[in-house]
């Protein structure tokens, strides 16, 4: 069915203005942009340092390596040693990388690299000669990577064109539908969902800084380059530092613009996490920024979302509903030109997309298959071939269709929480209650973990089931950490003092249950992508001509793990990536 007028979820509301659109008045930080090749006469000039103090006369090189070019400053000292070392490579290599992934691009354009030949061989080409796999072996053989056989013309029932082409509509496909069609774009998104079951995965809160919102509310503003560099050191620098400055840059102005259908008393409702602060607040506890700056928007969510998909509505854009998207159409070239969609009558749809397709179908987790074979932290651990992933997540449709099309795994996937079966913090004075109660027996057998509450430690301990000397080191434990409390130092583990709060007051709790790895609410990372959302090729590690991706299906924001300097992220940054990559591709000519 094509939705085209009126949401459903907005007919749950009364119709109102629209707030104004906020201005962020918080300057945006921007990095020097460079393009292009240098000039022939700029090649040797007199190297300046990040001070601007003369270095030594050096020559910019550019090496060609495949279709991959790269400009190296090479020192004059060390021309005849790197020109030897050339010469060594042609004669003990049989051909050049074609492409590199994000650390041995940057290590070489860093000049880290150096000349060493052995510096350049990556996974991805290895030397006909040196007797090992070639990158084709390492690929996993799991039965999701195989690309089903094309649906053909003969197959379509229907053909429609658009400028943009939005494949799902979590919180990353509603914002790029909006913005696209604001932008002035033709846009289609197609929805595997019905209407009539049309859900979004996640609790609405919103992980953002420097937005006109907490200005009004009185949070202070951020320095985006202290969030930037917190950001990347969380991340070990494995995520895509441009990606990730233009989301720090802009997730104000993206939580201004989410919300601009509330209203007035709508917006005061809207709580923000941790704050106001208590005076013992730091941003900084080992080293680590957290900041201020989350919005529980869950009560108003279905308005929010019923208001992205109606303005887009109104700005001439339309939505299949009941239509998940089968394959990526691809011209001659590997540019993709749109998709071919299965409606629900089951015949085919397919799109033509002018500008570009945009991704944001969901993660993967909740595909076995695709678990197991991707994250690699958590199914190295698991039990045989037996283990399981349990998730909550999606089935992986949007990263095979980028996969498929020739896209790149992002290397490093990240996930993100664990069991929350029993209601998380909202649940949790009613479980210390039922542990006080419970004496011996806990918060009873049914509860994973159970909860044990007593007036001292031994008896604590007893109750988890310890005894002789391992009850002795469970009593020693607490009354050592209490002592490093008092003296205001974690000699054994390095804790910030003023997260030392001395376990002194009774009653004590503690839990007992089997530890599980296999739990998580979702994975956060996908496909490669670069800072506009465009996805990158597996054989070249450029940007695939007219296929971009955003939320959960895509990656290079997290590194190896979601740890974040707020609560929220995931979504903040679905919304704020959906809004400015819909509006990248809308101006595309």
């Known amino acids: ?230 950001w990347q050191l969380r991340a070990a620098n494995r995520s895509n530092a441009s990606l990730c400055r233009k989301f720090t840059n802009t997730c104000g102005e993206a939580f201004d613009w989410y919300i601009d259908c509330l209203t007035p008393e709508e917006r005061s409702s809207i709580e923000i996490q941790f704050f106001p602060t208590d005076a013992g607040y730091t941003t900084f506890k080992n080293g680590l920024g957290t900041y201020i700056g989350t919005a529980s928007t869950m009560p108003l969510q279905e308005k929010i979302i019923g208001n992205m998909l109606q303005v887009g509505l109104d700005a001439g854009a339309q939505i299949y509903w009941g239509c998940p998207a089968e394959q990526l159409v691809q011209g001659d070239d590997g540019r993709v030109i749109g998709a071919v969609a299965k409606k629900e009558d089951g015949s085919y749809l397919k799109i033509n997309a002018e500008k570009g397709v945009i991704v944001t179908a969901g993660d993967y987790s909740g595909n076995p298959e695709m678990a197991k074979d991707l994250l690699s932290q958590i199914t190295n651990m698991l039990d045989g071939e037996d283990g399981e992933v349990v998730s909550m997540g999606y089935k992986g449709d949007g990263l095979k269709l980028c996969y498929w099309a020739g896209g790149q795994i992002d290397p490093y996937q990240a996930t993100m929480g664990g069991d929350y079966s029993n209601g998380g913090m909202d649940a949790l004075p009613d479980l210390l209650a039922a542990a006080v109660a419970g004496g011996p027996e806990g918060t009873g057998p049914d509860s994973n973990p159970v909860v044990y509450a007593a007036n001292d430690y031994e008896t604590l301990g007893t109750y988890l089931g310890y005894e002789g000397e391992t009850l002795d080191n469970f009593v020693a434990s607490i009354e050592r950490y209490n002592q490093l409390c008092e003296i205001g130092l974690d000699e054994d583990f390095g804790k910030e003092k003023q997260l030392m709060i001395g376990v002194t007051q009774p009653p004590y709790y503690a839990y007992a249950g089997e530890k599980t790895i296999r739990h998580m609410l979702c994975n956060g990372s996908g496909i490669a992508i670069d800072e506009n959302g465009q996805v990158l090729s597996r054989a070249d590690y450029r940007p695939i001509p007219g296929l971009f991706a955003a939320g959960n299906t895509a990656g290079s924001r997290f590194g190896i793990q979601y740890t974040t300097a707020l609560c929220g992220v995931s979504i903040s940054f679905a919304v704020t990536q959906g809004k400015f990559t819909g509006e990248y591709v809308a101006s595309l000519v």
Not at 154 to 161: K, L, Q
């Open 1 to 230: 069915m094509v939705f085209a007028r009126k949401s459903r979820a907005m007919e749950k509301y009364e119709s109102s203005d629209h707030a104004a659109k906020l201005n962020d008045t918080h300057p945006s930080f921007e990095f020097p942009e460079t393009t292009g090749q240098r000039p022939e006469s700029d090649r040797n000039r007199k190297h300046k340092s990040r001070r601007g103090h003369s270095v030594h006369h050096c020559r910019f090189e550019i090496r060609v390596r495949g279709d991959l070019e790269e400009e190296r400053c090479i020192p004059q000292h060390q021309r005849t040693r790197c020109k030897e070392s050339r010469e060594r490579e042609k004669q003990s290599r049989r051909s050049f990388l074609k492409g590199a992934g994000f650390g041995a691009a940057s290590l070489a354009a860093a000049g880290i690299a150096g000349c060493s030949p052995s510096s350049t061989t990556t996974a991805s080409e290895v030397p006909a000669d040196n007797g090992n796999k070639s990158a084709s072996d390492n690929i996993s053989s799991a039965s999701w990577r195989e690309a089903p056989a094309p649906i053909t013309e003969a197959d379509i029932a229907e053909t429609v064109d658009c400028d943009v082409l939005v494949v799902g509509l979590g919180y990353s496909g509603c914002a790029a539908f909006r913005a696209a069609a604001e932008s002035g774009a033709k846009v289609i998104a197609v929805e595997a969902q019905a209407e009539s079951d049309f859900a979004i995965l996640g609790m609405g809160h919103f992980g953002h800084i420097n937005s006109e919102f907490l200005k009004e509310r009185g949070v202070n503003p951020v320095d985006p380059i202290e969030f930037l560099n917190n």
